[in-house]
């Protein structure tokens, strides 16, 4: 759940874990899941997502070469 | 720091959304939609912090900005849950400053003040921590704590992953999200497992 490193940094055992269920809780909405695959073949038909990756957008780990 | 190449510890679909972002990079809309389900809980959790009943809207603008970059996008799943958070971070602070209204302004005093009193277990506060009522409890923190407890327990980033995110050092990330949880925990009656003093492992040297 991504929160085992919230325990151990803060010693709030449990209480990450429950927060963070918590706040995602709730329905994906269907419409929207729509919209957004919509958007990504426009987005693909279209040859933008060719784009070139800019520093913003490198999240490769550190030292992870290439 | 020591990473060789074995995934980061985070949250437990980052497997999986790395395979589904690479295959969508490849464009598969299959591959995006499954990316899209397993990020939006989280991203959504994260947004509802920042700009409350809008998060829909606003995470509705991330995503066309996503599906538009997502070529420009490298790492893998745990990195595409960071780059996804600082789009809709940005999408949310250009909403707030349209609406010319801060983050905190639309904090939901009213959740706090209904409040039951403090609970007498740690378990009983937990198991009736609702939504609205979580989300009301975090809004209430200082700006820079509800950001680092949002991106940590709630988009289920890692500590330099939210401190990149927010355009900070790790260290002073992970002293707001302590200090953030602690005071949640306070306010929830908790306080087993909690030590008093606010620990600066760290050494950030914060003002």
């Given at each position: 759940?991504?929160?085992?490193?919230?325990?151990?940094?803060?010693?709030?055992?449990?209480?990450?874990?429950?927060l963070?269920?918590?706040?995602?809780?709730?329905?994906?909405?269907?419409?929207?899941?729509?919209?957004?695959?919509?958007?990504?073949?426009?987005?693909?038909?279209?040859?933008?997502?060719?784009?070139?990756?800019?520093?913003?957008?490198?999240?490769?780990?550190?030292?992870?070469?290439? | 720091?020591?990473q060789?190449?074995?995934?980061?510890?985070?949250?437990?679909?980052?497997?999986?959304?790395?395979?589904?972002?690479?295959?969508?990079?490849?464009?598969?809309?299959?591959?995006?939609?499954?990316?899209?389900?397993?990020?939006?809980?989280?991203?959504?959790?994260?947004?509802?912090?920042?700009?409350?009943?809008?998060?829909?809207d606003?995470?509705?603008?991330?995503?066309?900005?996503?599906?538009?970059?997502?070529?420009?996008?490298?790492?893998?799943?745990?990195?595409?849950?960071?780059?996804?958070?600082?789009?809709?971070?940005?999408?949310?602070?250009?909403?707030?400053?349209?609406?010319?209204?801060?983050?905190?302004?639309?904090?939901?005093?009213?959740?706090?003040?209904?409040?039951?009193?403090?609970?007498?277990?740690?378990?009983?506060?937990?198991?009736?921590?609702s939504t609205?009522?979580?989300?009301?409890?975090?809004?209430?923190?200082?700006?820079?704590?509800?950001?680092?407890?949002?991106?940590?327990?709630?988009?289920?980033l890692?500590?330099?992953?939210?401190?990149?995110?927010?355009?900070?050092?790790?260290?002073?990330?992970?002293?707001?999200?302590?200090?953030?949880?602690?005071?949640?925990?306070?306010?929830?009656?908790?306080?087993?497992?909690?030590?008093?003093?606010?620990?600066?492992?760290?050494?950030?040297?914060?003002?």
């Amino acid at each position: 759940m991504g929160t085992d490193m919230a325990d151990r940094d803060t010693g709030l055992p449990g209480l990450p874990g429950l927060l963070g269920a918590a706040l995602r809780e709730g329905d994906v909405d269907g419409e929207a899941e729509r919209r957004a695959v919509a958007a990504f073949r426009a987005a693909r038909d279209a040859g933008v997502q060719a784009a070139p990756t800019r520093s913003q957008d490198d999240w490769r780990p550190r030292g992870s070469g290439s | 720091m020591g990473q060789t190449g074995e995934p980061r510890r985070g949250h437990a679909h980052d497997g999986e959304l790395g395979a589904a972002v690479a295959r969508a990079q490849e464009g598969d809309d299959g591959a995006f939609a499954v990316a899209y389900r397993i990020v939006q809980p989280g991203l959504l959790g994260y947004l509802r912090g920042l700009v409350g009943d809008e998060a829909e809207d606003v995470a509705s603008d991330a995503w066309l900005e996503i599906a538009r970059d997502l070529g420009r996008f490298r790492g893998d799943g745990a990195g595409f849950r960071g780059w996804t958070a600082t789009i809709a971070r940005h999408r949310a602070f250009d909403h707030l400053r349209r609406q010319r209204v801060r983050p905190r302004s639309a904090m939901l005093e009213q959740d706090v003040l209904e409040l039951p009193g403090p609970h007498s277990t740690h378990d009983q506060a937990l198991e009736s921590l609702s939504t609205e009522y979580a989300l009301g409890l975090v809004r209430g923190l200082p700006q820079d704590q509800a950001e680092a407890v949002l991106l940590r327990v709630v988009v289920g980033l890692d500590g330099p992953a939210a401190a990149r995110v927010l355009g900070k050092r790790p260290g002073a990330v992970r002293t707001a999200a302590y200090r953030g949880l602690k005071r949640l925990a306070r306010e929830l009656g908790v306080t087993d497992g909690v030590t008093e003093d606010v620990r600066e492992r760290d050494g950030d040297g914060h003002g």
